[in-house]
Structures are given as structure tokens and as C-alpha cells.
């Protein structure tokens, strides 16, 4: 499953339905809270890919994915921001970075690339 993470419904919810229809699991969060209770609540480790927006409120950048990874070390991490400056607060992180907008082939070659739990449908 794939844990889209964004303060920006509109945004979290194109990205849902661009990963659904090429066959991914998707589930929305709005908030680093709630992505770090999902992960919280995901106790049979679905969720294999993160992908985030750099910038939101509470908690944001390099300081997010480390405490994403405080819950499940090594959790692939795809970071999204509208400030391509932003892509060396993660370096010597092991995340894949991408200025905004990402073209809907490439996040789906991406996530098919970065993720474990594609979900094939019948």
C-alpha cells in the first residue's frame, strides 16, 4: 500500500487516483500526524511507500522522513516539493526527490519501481 501525504487535498487525491487506476493501494493522509498514525496503525507493515510533500504544516522536510523512519526503518520515501532548492535538506538521505509537478507516468514508474506492494487486479 501506498501512504500518500499531503496538506493539500486536491493534490493528495490526484495522486490517489492516478496510483488506483495503474493498480496501486492507495490510502490519504493530510498531515504528518495522521501519516505517522497510520503507520502506527499499520501493524502488518502494507504500507511499503511514502510519498510526501516537502512543505507542510507541523512537520516538514528531512525532520519528517526521519521520524517516518523512526517508525519503520528504510520505508521508501518519494519527497515532492514546488522548490527544487529544497532537494539538499535531504542530502545523504536515501529518498527519491522530485520538483513538482511530477507528470503522472513518472510517479507511476517510480512507485512501481520504489514499491513492494503493487496490488494486481483480477
Not at 92 to 118: C, M, W, Y
Request: hydrophobic content about 40%; cysteine-free.
Amino acid at each position: 500500500m501506498i501512504l500518500v501525504v499531503d496538506d493539500n487535498p486536491v493534490q493528495a487525491l490526484t495522486r490517489k487516483a492516478i496510483l488506483a487506476r495503474a493498480g496501486f493501494e492507495v490510502e490519504t493522509v493530510y498531515s504528518a500526524e495522521a501519516a505517522f498514525d497510520a503507520l502506527d496503525r499499520d501493524q502488518n507493515n502494507r504500507i511499503s511507500l511514502v510519498i510526501t510533500d516537502h512543505i507542510m504544516p507541523g512537520e516538514s522536510g528531512s525532520h519528517f522522513v526521519g521520524l517516518l523512519w523512526q517508525r519503520r526503518k528504510g520505508l521508501p520515501v518519494i519527497v515532492l516539493s514546488g522548490m527544487a532548492e529544497a532537494e539538499t535538506e535531504y542530502k545523504g538521505l536515501d529518498i527519491t526527490f522530485r520538483a513538482k509537478p511530477i507528470q503522472p507516468n513518472e510517479l507511476i514508474e517510480l512507485v512501481g519501481r520504489l514499491s513492494h506492494s503493487k496490488s494486481h487486479p483480477s
